[in-house]
């Protein structure tokens, strides 16, 4: 604690000093007691068995009530109490969230819904028993290390033999003193797999695998140690234009708390959504439906962003070994359980052996004991002593091939042998069973020689047994980084004070701009030829006479700034075409120099590099001959935005006019298809779908027979059953081949798509109706396999011109049957040649990068920057500002 007074009444200087509290006695033993508590035997579980002591001891109790029939929850958490020095009902939680976990316990009754978050019934109403699993993989008390109950009434495992990498299983959460732990589950049989390839002595990658299903992004999971992160989201497709389903949900949320924060974003006006349904039972299934015109691609997007659809969890290995925490990440567990479970079976092996030895010796012992009527030379005995001394001299000429000496506790067994089994014993039964004990010893001893083999047959075989119905839910996939800017709902109308110099949300009397959000940016344009990008607020400065406001983009490469400015006062004029993709937001940026009284004479914002035609005007002054001519932005090259431009005139302009719209000098767009992100870009990741302007768009066609031809957009979202995408070609008949559910006959079908605004189904609505074939080919070609009629050959294949069998008919026609015959197979050929008509080019201009070269250039000098590419999605132009 720092003074910075002297007491009252001091005459001393004030000066710094520190005062510290140590905390000793008790208070420090108490204190670091209580943490080693905490970590040790409450919060973090053991690297050997993957069990927190709570959980250890509800093992352990299952076992001991174990008969093969249910216990009453209730009744397990009484006697899990014997062992454990806490409450029944935080035994009971770790019941039944084991229980949840479905590998350890079978449940019986009302144990909750990890989906919907739903609790457990009461205790006393639910019942559990210990799984096969769990009996056979948990359990082996020959091995187990013992210890007394805290009680000292009882003897508890200090670990169970947990021969399988449980841990990684189940996962693992928990909060100490000074650390937490959170390991998240994993495969069930890709844990196996992992396991037989570090016994085969090769690589393994583990990822998670939630019960909740979902998809993952484990690009960044850096082997589940500290540091590392997964990205979680939910699967949501689109069921028609205005509903949304959810069928899977992200680890850490269920049903309820999606809901409520899907309606929280709604209530912030980041999303908008008409009303959510919930119709979870056995599997996740929410609808969100949207009002209508609202895009659901964007609000796909706009749900991951702002919800709860998408999630980060942090996982961070922490476990105890040798009483003392330590962190590694998931493959060094994997390692470390898997040689664990070699050492447990090499164990049970020894044991096995040793019992097998035994059982051989006394096998042995007693048919020369019997064979030999050994038990004759007892008669005559009166004591103890004798009869121990004369069986031993019996059994000393016939025990040259035991393995092991004879002691007086294997006498004293001969002794117990009753008349009974004398009288009956047979000579090759017992042959027999010695016969037995030396294989299974041999084979004992084999799997000891060839431990590592062994133990890949104990994993395959758990896989065999066990694996079934075990395969991964969570769907693994690299997410695409989605801008919030890009897919918030615009919940606010912006407003601009041009004279004064404001911008802002609470300008409501002043000139509307457009709709926004309160995470975007603007770009604001002066008159004198100033510019800033700020953030949007209620009321923002800017500066006097502004003359252009837009929402803007970051990274936008294709929205084109032409501007007409005067350098300075009395100087010359200056024409310049620039893009704006990186700023400092809040900072006052010059287009028109550092001179004093530039004015900015002429400026238009075009959202796809348009170029537009002028009148430039001058004043009457001197001799001039030539007051009014043409300029047009396409003859000037696109450069940055601190580029000087060229020069119009150095004579004083009157005005100048918009003579002419212009079209896009950008050349058109390549767009890629990621099918790792199942995403649009423009970075060249994926598959070239081609060369896109304004007016092209995208066929899309999914195997339910759905069309649609959308107009490219990288926020798009493709269905899971998508079977073309591809650029489209409106001349290009499609042609598909379908099975008719009602005439059980395959038909086939070509036709063009005449509404390209409209999502059209080609296929009959009978429900065995489904799609065989689709053709994109301008001739496509088909053969038929038939099968074979009974009692004659098999007809030869067929190979069909579908382009002649049938011409092209209305998108809603049902087509001509294809063959009556059986058809066994439906094969696609290479499509017959076809040349397709070119398209005449609109202008005979040279594209460089963003540049557009004419073959004779009108204007020329100024400064330049570097050309920037241009890349953005827009759609027109905006009004020009004229002065």
């Not at 028993?129 to 009680?151: C, G, H, M, N």
């Not at 995403?679 to 995208?698: I, K, M, S, W």
């Amino acid at each position: 604690m720092e003074e910075n007074e002297s007491p009252q009444g001091s005459h001393e200087e004030p000066q710094d000093q520190e005062a510290l509290t140590r905390v000793t006695g008790m208070y420090k033993d108490w204190f670091l007691d209580y943490a080693s508590y905490v970590i040790l035997e409450r919060a973090v579980p053991a690297i050997e068995d993957g069990f927190k002591p709570v959980q250890r001891r509800i093992m352990h109790s299952l076992k001991e009530m174990d008969d093969g029939r249910y216990n009453k929850v209730a009744n397990v958490v009484g006697n899990t109490m014997q062992y454990h020095p806490h409450g029944d009902a935080s035994i009971a939680d770790a019941l039944v969230q084991l229980g949840q976990k479905d590998i350890l316990i079978d449940t019986q009754g009302n144990w909750g819904n990890i989906l919907t978050g739903d609790g457990a019934a009461a205790s006393r109403y639910i019942e559990a028993r210990l799984s096969k699993f769990a009996l056979e993989v948990v359990f082996s008390p020959k091995i187990t290390e013992w210890q007394q109950s805290y009680d000292g009434r009882r003897k508890e495992p200090v670990h169970l033999p947990v021969k399988f990498p449980l841990l990684l299983a189940q996962g693992a959460e928990g909060i100490a003193v000074g650390l937490s732990t959170k390991i998240l589950p994993h495969n069930f049989n890709e844990l196996i797999d992992a396991s037989i390839k570090h016994l085969k002595g090769q690589r393994f990658k583990l990822y998670p695998d939630f019960p909740t299903a979902g998809i993952i992004d484990v690009t960044n999971y850096g082997d589940g140690e500290r540091g590392g992160k997964i990205r979680v989201r939910a699967k949501i497709a689109q069921e028609d234009k205005n509903t949304l389903k959810i069928s899977e949900i992200p680890h850490g949320t269920n049903t309820s708390s999606l809901i409520d924060s899907i309606l929280k974003a709604n209530d912030k006006g980041k999303i908008k959504i008409k009303k959510i349904e919930d119709n979870t039972a056995a599997d996740v299934e929410i609808l969100v439906h949207l009002p209508s015109g609202i895009s659901p691609d964007k609000t796909i997007d706009a749900l991951y962003a702002f919800t709860a659809c998408e999630s980060s969890i942090s996982p961070l290995g922490c476990v105890i070994e040798d009483n003392r925490p330590i962190f590694i990440g998931v493959s060094e567990m994997l390692r470390r359980s898997t040689e664990h479970t070699v050492d447990l079976l090499k164990a049970e092996l020894e044991i096995q052996l040793q019992e097998l030895q035994d059982q051989w010796h006394f096998a042995s012992l007693e048919r020369i004991f019997i064979e030999n009527r050994i038990y004759r030379d007892i008669e005559e005995e009166e004591t103890w002593e004798g009869v121990i001394q004369a069986i031993d001299k019996g059994l000393k000429p016939h025990t040259g091939h035991l393995k092991r000496p004879v002691t007086e506790p294997d006498i004293a067994r001969l002794t117990e042998i009753r008349i009974k089994r004398i009288s009956r014993f047979d000579l090759d039964k017992a042959q027999q069973l010695i016969d037995g004990l030396e294989e299974r010893i041999a084979e004992t001893r084999h799997h000891l020689e060839h431990l590592i083999d062994y133990s890949i047959s104990y994993f395959s075989e758990l896989k065999k047994k066990y694996g079934t119905g075990r395969e991964r839910k969570s769907e693994i996939r690299v997410f695409d980084d989605i801008e919030a800017t890009k897919v918030v709902i615009r919940n606010t109308k912006l407003y601009v004070n041009r004279e004064e110099g404001f911008v802002g949300t609470s300008l409501k009397r002043d000139e509307y701009v457009t709709d926004c959000s309160d995470i975007d940016d603007i770009i604001v344009f002066t008159a004198e030829g100033e510019m800033m990008v700020t953030r949007v607020d209620s009321k923002t400065f800017i500066g006097k006479n502004i003359i252009y406001v837009a929402v803007f983009k970051k990274r936008d490469k294709r929205t084109t700034y032409n501007m007409i400015y005067k350098e300075g006062k009395g100087g010359a004029a200056y024409v310049k075409r620039f893009n704006v993709t990186s700023i400092t937001r809040d900072r006052m940026y010059s287009l028109t120099g550092d001179k004093a009284g530039a004015q900015v004479l002429y400026f238009s914002a075009n959202p796809n590099g348009e170029a537009e035609v002028v009148t430039v005007l001058l004043r009457q002054k001197g001799s001039i001959k030539k007051l009014k001519w043409d300029l047009d932005f396409a003859d000037v090259l696109i450069k940055g935005r601190n580029a000087k431009g060229n020069i119009v005139t150095k004579y004083p302009i009157k005005r100048i006019e918009l003579k002419e719209k212009g079209l896009s000098t950008l050349k058109p767009r390549k767009i890629w298809f990621d099918d790792t992100v199942q995403r649009l870009n423009v970075d060249g990741r994926g598959e070239l779908l081609g060369e896109f302007t304004p007016e092209d768009r995208l066929l899309v066609l999914t195997q339910k027979g759905i069309v649609k031809t959308p107009t490219p957009e990288l926020t798009m979202h493709f269905d899971a059953d998508m079977i073309v995408l591809e650029k489209w070609i409106p001349e290009k008949p499609l042609t598909a081949i379908y099975w008719e559910g009602e005439k059980e006959l395959f038909y086939v079908k070509r036709f063009l798509i005449e509404n390209p605004e409209k999502e059209e189904c080609i296929l009959t609505d009978h429900p065995k109706t489904y799609l065989e074939a689709i053709f994109t080919d301008y001739r496509p070609v088909a053969e038929l396999v038939f099968a074979k009629k009974r009692g004659q050959e098999r007809r030869g294949n067929q190979t069909i011109d579908l382009e002649d069998f049938i011409g092209v008919k209305g998108i809603t026609a049902m087509g001509n049957q294809l063959t009556r015959e059986k058809v066994l197979e439906i094969e696609v050929l290479p499509p017959l040649p076809f040349e397709a008509p070119e398209k005449k080019a609109a202008r005979d201009i040279e594209v460089v990068g963003e540049d557009i070269i004419l073959p004779e250039a009108d204007l020329k000098g100024g400064a330049s920057d570097a050309d920037e590419d241009s890349d953005s999605d827009t759609k027109g132009p905006d009004q020009p500002t004229l002065f």
